[in-house]
């Protein structure tokens, strides 16, 4: 059967004032892939979601998304996208039962069925009670199950995830886990970017590592492991990503706590 490509990147390039953020990106991304997209701070993982998302306009290369040149695209195929950012903007002010008909109404769901279905998705989380209470007032999990509420509300066929599970207990990061297999076996795409090795390399049908602007790896975590001869995510990762002076900077680190020179 042939696979659908949902997103494809070709030679997405991106800089800010003359420094190439993004250097000649090459990544297509089919139908029901779960894709771990990890990377050092600052290697342009989230520069490269908000390309894809309209929201940084001016790169080089070409974004397609469902088959299509962004560039074509009207604005009707944000509908069939969920975001959940790393900092969100949150509107402290607004209750939670404001906040998702507000997000519901952007991708054209009435008012009455966004609240029954906010109210509904709410209570699978234990949170129901909080439905009219001000977001202001939430603890950094119950906004963190809000904003996920808020980017599957209109049933997306692709999520983009930043930091999906900062803020969530053991037992909701289980859910969410579950919940993300669930919508992949149906067909929908993610693309997942995280800094929780652990959790990336459980999850991902496939993980994509990128350092310095470029893809340095891209396939399975048993695909990584057979080429890097390394253990977890997290070893592989830091042998890629040239990185072995823990140890150098914690100690320096600690001897500077203590007044010590180094
Ligand atoms: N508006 C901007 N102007 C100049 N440089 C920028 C701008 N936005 C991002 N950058 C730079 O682009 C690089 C990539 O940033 P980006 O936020 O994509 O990294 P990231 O991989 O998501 O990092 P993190 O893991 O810390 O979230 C960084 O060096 C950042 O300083």
């Known amino acids: ?87 969100a903007e949150i509107y402290d002010s607004l209750t939670a039962a404001e906040y998702l008909i507000f997000i519901a109404g952007l991708y054209g769901i009435e008012e ?37 509420i808020s980017s599957l509300i209109h049933n997306p066929d692709v999520l983009f995830l930043d930091e999906p599970l900062s803020g969530l207990d053991a037992n909701s990061m289980m859910v969410v886990k579950e919940i993300l297999a669930l919508l992949a076996e149906q067909g929908k795409t993610i693309f997942y970017s995280s800094h929780i090795m652990d959790i990336v390399e459980k999850i991902s049908h496939r993980i994509v590592l990128l350092s310095g602007g470029s893809i340095v790896a891209d396939g399975t975590f048993e695909e990584l492991k057979e080429k890097n001869k390394q253990g977890t995510l997290e070893d592989i990762f830091n042998d890629l990503t040239g990185f072995h002076q823990h140890k150098d900077i914690a100690s320096a680190f600690v001897k500077i706590v203590q007044g010590e020179t180094v």
């Open 1 to 87: 059967m042939e696979r659908k490509e949902v997103i494809k990147l070709a030679g997405l390039t991106k800089s800010y004032g003359g420094e190439n953020v993004l250097d000649e990106i090459n990544l297509t991304v089919y139908e029901g892939q779960i894709v771990g997209y990890i990377g050092p701070n600052g290697a342009g993982k989230s520069t490269t979601v908000k390309l894809m998302l309209g929201l940084i306009e001016e790169y080089y290369g070409e974004i397609h998304l469902f088959g299509e040149n962004l560039q074509k695209l009207d604005h009707s195929y944000k509908r069939r996208i969920g975001y959940v950012p790393e900092n």
């Open 112 to 148: 009455e069925e966004a609240l029954e279905k906010a109210g509904n998705l709410m209570e699978q989380f234990n949170i129901e009670h909080v439905l009219h209470a001000r977001l202001s007032s939430f603890s950094k999990g119950m906004k963190q199950k809000v904003l996920i």
